[in-house]
């Protein structure tokens, strides 16, 4: 791990690209942790008491980059791809976060997220030049 309390690069543009909460976080996690077992959005919710919409758009989101596979059933399974391009990214984040988890939970809120930048910068006010 970095000094200073902080990530190595490479962990934290990861988070930035692909984490945008702790939810989402500990959803790659769980998939991740049981790589052998396939998932459904209830079951995923339930093992981590969250919504189970809220879960099924992230493991969508996830499924869509490339991170998770689904069985294309209805309800859809997910399961963790370990032949992933992101395998080894998701082996150290999940270093990390055991690590650091505090640093982990503070990127991923200190993340600016396009939309929310979008919304704000539309009541900045401007000088004229």
């Known amino acids: 791990m970095a000094a200073n309390n902080s990530l190595p690069p490479d962990v934290e543009a990861f988070l930035r690209e692909h984490i945008t909460s702790v939810e989402e976080l500990e959803v790659l996690l769980l998939l991740h942790a049981s790589a052998d077992k396939s998932w ?43 032949t992933s391009r992101h395998h080894s990214m998701v082996l150290n984040l999940e270093q990390a976060y055991k690590e650091r988890k505090d640093t982990v939970i503070r990127l991923i809120f200190e993340t600016p997220r396009d939309h929310l930048r979008i919304f704000s910068d539309a009541f900045k006010i401007r000088r004229s030049d």
Do not use: H, K, W
């Open 40 to 82: 459904s959005a209830a079951e995923a919710s339930q093992q981590l008491y969250r919504q189970v919409d809220s879960v099924s758009a992230r493991l969508e989101n996830f499924r869509a980059a490339g991170l998770i596979n689904s069985d294309g059933q209805n309800p859809p399974r997910y399961r963790y791809d370990p």
